[in-house]
C-alpha cells in the first residue's frame, strides 16, 4: 500500500516541533508564548473514531480533549470552542453514513483542511515493536512534496497539530520519537516511530491515510479555495454492503415472482363443474 519514494532522505524537510520555516512574526509570538490543540468528536460517532480520538491522545499528550459537538451543520462554532479552551488550533472529527472525516483548523485566522479518513491502523491493530516515551517532544519530518505551493497549508497545520510547543509544561526536552508526513497519489501518510539503540528506527504506531477534501479559507468556515474534484472510489467494506443488498434484493424478486406464479396456477386451474361435464 506504501511505496517507498527514491532519494527522499537526502531531501527530507526536518521541522522540530514547535518550528516552521517560513513563519511569520505572530506565529513565532505564539511559539514563544506556546499554543494548544483542542480535540473534538462529533457526537454519535462510532466505536472506531472514538479510538482514532484515544490513539491521538495517547501519542500527543499536549492535545486536550473537549467535549463531543453536537451540531454538525454548525461547524463554525469549534472556533469558539478552541478559544474558550485557549487553544488555537483545533481537530474535528465526524462521520458520515459510509466515511470518517477528520477537521484540521486555525480558530483564529484560520485556514481549514478537511481530509477523509481512507484508511486507519491503531497502536493495538498491528504488532508495532516500538515503545518510545509517552512525554518526549517528537520530530517532524516532511516529505520534498510538501515543499510546493499546494502543500504548504497542508504541513503548516500538520505541524502545528501534531508538534508541541517549545515551552509545553507536559513534554520533555529530548527527542524520542518521529512524526513522518508522505505524500502518495495526492494522500498524506502519516506514521510515528521510536529512535532505538544504534540510531534503529522501530514503529509505534498509529499509521493513518488522509484524502484531503475541502480547503477554507477561514476559521472552520468561510470561502471555498480548493475543493477536491474526483470520483470517490469506493472501500471493500462498501462493495460488501452492495453485494449483500444485491443478494436482498435478488431474494425478494425471487419470492415475488414465485407468488406471481402460484396465484396464476390457482386462477387457470379449470372449476368443479368444469372438470364434472368434460366427460
Not at 166 to 193: A, Q, T, W
Request: proline residues 4%; positive net charge; aromatic residues 10%.
Amino acid at each position: 500500500m506504501f511505496k517507498r519514494i527514491s532519494g527522499e532522505r537526502d531531501s527530507l524537510s526536518v521541522l522540530s516541533s514547535g518550528s516552521s520555516e517560513d513563519e511569520s512574526s505572530d506565529e513565532r509570538h505564539d511559539m514563544k508564548n506556546g499554543w494548544k490543540t483542542a480535540i473534538i468528536g462529533a457526537r454519535g460517532i462510532s466505536y472506531s473514531s472514538r479510538k482514532v480520538i484515544n490513539d491521538v491522545m495517547a501519542i500527543c499528550p499536549y492535545v486536550r480533549k473537549e467535549s463531543k459537538f453536537e451540531s454538525k451543520k454548525e461547524i463554525s462554532k469549534i472556533a469558539e470552542i478552541c478559544e474558550l479552551s485557549n487553544c488555537s488550533h483545533g481537530i474535528y472529527i465526524s462521520e458520515s453514513r459510509d466515511s470518517t472525516f477528520v477537521t484540521l483548523g486555525d480558530s483564529k485566522l484560520g485556514p481549514t483542511i478537511k481530509y477523509r479518513l481512507e484508511s486507519y491502523f491503531g497502536i493495538h491493530d498491528l504488532f508495532f515493536e516500538g515503545n518510545c516515551s509517552k512525554n518526549s517532544r517528537p520530530l517532524l519530518l516532511f516529505s520534498p512534496g510538501f515543499d510546493d505551493k499546494i502543500w504548504k497549508e497542508h504541513k503548516n497545520l500538520l505541524s502545528k497539530c501534531f508538534g508541541a510547543a517549545i515551552n509545553h509544561k507536559r513534554i520533555k526536552p529530548f527527542f524520542d520519537r518521529v512524526f513522518y508526513f508522505c505524500l502518495f497519489e495526492d494522500k498524506i501518510v502519516i506514521r510515528h516511530f521510536e529512535f532505538g539503540d544504534d540510531f534503529e528506527i522501530r514503529e509505534v504506531g498509529p499509521r493513518i491515510l488522509l484524502e484531503p477534501m475541502l480547503v477554507l479559507e477561514g476559521p472552520f468556515g468561510g470561502k471555498v479555495s480548493w475543493k477536491n474534484v474526483k470520483p470517490h472510489m469506493p472501500s471493500a467494506e462498501d462493495v460488501k454492503k452492495v453485494l449483500k443488498s444485491s443478494k436482498r434484493n435478488q431474494k425478494r424478486a425471487s419470492n415475488l415472482i414465485s407468488r406471481e406464479r402460484k396465484l396464476q396456477a390457482v386462477d387457470n386451474e379449470p372449476e368443479y363443474e368444469d372438470i364434472l361435464f368434460q366427460q
